[in-house]
Nanobody, 124 residues
Framework: QVQLVESGGGLVQAGGSLRLSCAASGRIFSRYAMGWFRQAPGQEREFVAAVSRSGGTTYYADSVKGRFTISRDGAKNTVYLQMNSLKPDDTAVYYC?????????????????WGQGTQVTVSS
């Protein structure tokens, strides 16, 4: 089992940046593909970005492509989400997730472990 703890959320003006972190503990970090999802009030949880076990492959939702960057640091057992050019529509609770599947997944049901989430609020 792996435990995930997100940090780095907050309030930012439109056009600003934030970097989210997700620290993993427990089993070997490199065994998991990692993803970020978000959920706005009254909406379903949606895929944001994912990175492969090695970090060599990434995938993004169209809505964040070119603005967000996912990365992972094996030495620190941490995955990051750098968010630039933030928009009010990016306001949501952001969740980190870990998957034991061999390849990147963009659906929530493919992920086995979840963090508690961190709030990101973008003001206009």
């Amino acid at each position: 089992q792996v435990q995930l703890v997100e940090s780095g959320g907050g309030l930012v003006q439109a056009g600003g940046s934030l970097r989210l972190s997700c620290a993993a503990s427990g089993r070997i970090f490199s065994r998991y593909a990692m993803g970020w999802f978000r959920q706005a009030p009254g909406q379903e949880r949606e895929f944001v970005a994912a990175v492969s076990r090695s970090g060599g492959t990434t995938y993004y939702a169209d809505s964040v492509k070119g603005r967000f960057t996912i990365s992972r640091d094996g030495a620190k057992n941490t995955v990051y989400l750098q968010m630039n050019s933030l928009k009010p529509d990016d306001t949501a609770v952001y969740y980190c997730a870990a998957s034991t599947k061999p390849s990147i997944a963009t659906v929530a049901r493919a992920y086995d472990y979840w963090g508690q989430g961190t709030q990101v609020t973008v003001s206009s």
